[in-house]
């Protein structure tokens, strides 16, 4: 997937997370939240690293005709270059001590998917029955449909 692409990605998963664990999983268990974030950042750190490593070989990216990954280094090249496959070929190759860039690199995955998840907490809501920032943008129709709907509950009991 590469650094910069995973960097996206794991603010994205981390944010869909926070809608998921709102909407759907806090009702259940208050656990959720954190199996999701285990799962998702270790997926991303095992694949990330199988591909930087060369274990998973991601020159049969090279049937594009826009993609050239050298056959040595392909996964180091890959993982520098993330938007290779979009076309846009950075043309970062390896050199010495890049490796400790890219450990910081892929623990920063933690502080992405935490602020992904932090910002849409805030936009979706900490708690199920907060509605968040995002009823800026909701149609009012709702509100009026949700209101006298509960109205009229409050008047048969």
Same mark, same amino acid.
């Given at each position: &997937?590469?650094?910069? /692409?995973?960097?996206?990605? %794991? ?12 909407? +759907?999983?806090?009702?259940? $268990?208050?656990?959720? #939240?954190? =199996?999701? /974030? ?7 750190? #095992?694949?990330?690293? !199988? #591909? ?5 070989? &991601?020159?049969? !990216? ?5 993609? $050239?990954?050298? &056959?040595?280094? *392909? ?17 970062? @190759?390896?050199?010495?001590? %890049?490796?400790?860039?890219? =450990?910081?690199? !892929? ?7 935490? +602020? ?6 805030? +936009?979706?809501?900490?708690? @199920?029955?907060?509605? *968040? ?17 509960? $109205? !009229? ?5």
């Amino acid at each position: &997937m590469g650094f910069l /692409a995973s960097l996206i990605l %794991m603010f994205w998963v981390g944010w869909v997370n926070s809608y998921l664990y709102r909407k +759907f999983l806090r009702k259940r $268990n208050k656990d959720w #939240i954190v =199996f999701l /974030a285990i799962i998702s950042i270790s997926g991303f750190w #095992i694949f990330d690293s !199988l #591909i930087y490593f060369e274990i998973f070989d &991601m020159t049969w !990216l090279n049937f594009l005709p826009w993609v $050239n990954i050298p &056959m040595v280094d *392909g996964g180091k090249y890959f993982m520098w270059n993330s938007f290779i496959v979009l076309g846009l070929d950075f043309g970062i @190759t390896h050199q010495a001590g %890049m490796e400790i860039i890219a =450990f910081f690199l !892929l623990i920063s995955y933690l502080f992405w998917y935490y +602020f992904g998840s932090k910002l849409g907490k805030i +936009f979706h809501g900490y708690r @199920t029955y907060q509605q *968040g920032h995002y009823m800026i943008i909701r149609p009012v129709k709702k509100y009026i449909k949700d209101r006298e709907k509960r $109205n !009229l509950k409050e008047h048969k009991e």
